[in-house]
């Protein structure tokens, strides 16, 4: 079985500083790892996504995530947050071989201040 | 290229109806994935159709049933409903299955928000 835990429901920061909202998951197999974004009353959008090849893994919109094997994480993170980065984020994962289906963590909501 | 499109948007049931929600796919794809998503909450995976059969199924009853059609549209089916099914539906096309070489991207429409009262 396969999960993903997302530390942190909410996360605060003012524009311009570092986000970094962190996800760790377990898998007993090699898993491909994804970052999705959500805006108020839209659907999911992809952010990036790790699949065994280069396990920094840069994304859209400035972002990006640093798959670490020993520590089990996924992290995402951005050097200058913008207010346009106001959203939920979830981390999910789905296991090789696994198709479409994707576990998601219960989401992070990033808020950003001026 | 025309993304994947979801209707109604909004719709109200009282508990015991039946809903049926419906899913366009992106262009391209044949693959069509169904999530449920309750307020606060990450999605969750209720069933997967490839080429019009059901390709993988989450923990959801029987209730939960769905279609995909030739031209790879799909449906959701929800009977008897109940107060816990009020969540945000979520339709999710690829364009394959996404097996042993697949990655599991997936590219999800606005969703059906559905409140049972």
């Known amino acids: 079985a396969q999960s993903v835990t997302q530390l942190g429901s909410h996360v605060s920061v003012s524009e311009g500083a570092l986000v970094l909202l962190r996800c760790n998951y377990s898998s007993s197999v090699p898993p491909y790892l994804f970052w999705y974004v959500q805006y108020p009353n839209q659907g999911l959008q992809l952010l990036l996504k790790?699949?065994?090849?280069?396990?920094l893994v840069k994304g859209i919109n400035g972002f990006e995530a640093e798959f670490k094997k020993s520590e089990t994480s996924f992290h995402l993170t951005k050097p200058s947050a913008h207010m346009s980065d106001a959203a939920e984020y979830f981390c999910?994962?789905?296991?090789?071989?696994?198709?479409?289906?994707?576990?998601f963590g219960t989401g992070t909501q990033l808020k950003v201040e001026l | 290229e025309t993304g994947v499109t979801q209707s109604p948007t909004h719709l109200i049931k009282t508990r015991g109806q039946q809903v049926t929600l419906r899913c366009s796919s992106q262009?391209?794809?044949?693959?069509v994935s169904w999530y449920q998503q309750a307020l606060g909450q990450g999605p969750q995976f209720i069933f997967q159709y490839y080429r019009e059969e059901e390709n993988g199924r989450g923990n959801f009853p029987p209730r939960f049933s769905g279609l995909q059609f030739p031209n790879y549209s799909s449906e959701l089916n929800v009977n008897a409903l109940e107060l816990d099914d009020s969540a945000l539906y979520l339709c999710a096309s690829s364009p394959g299955l996404a097996g042993a070489r697949g990655t599991g991207e997936l590219f999800f429409g606005e969703g059906s928000r559905l409140t049972v009262l």
């Open positions: 790790y699949t065994s090849a280069a396990t």
């Open positions: 262009s391209g794809h044949n693959t």
């Open positions: 999910a994962v789905s296991r090789t071989g696994g198709g479409n289906k994707l576990t």
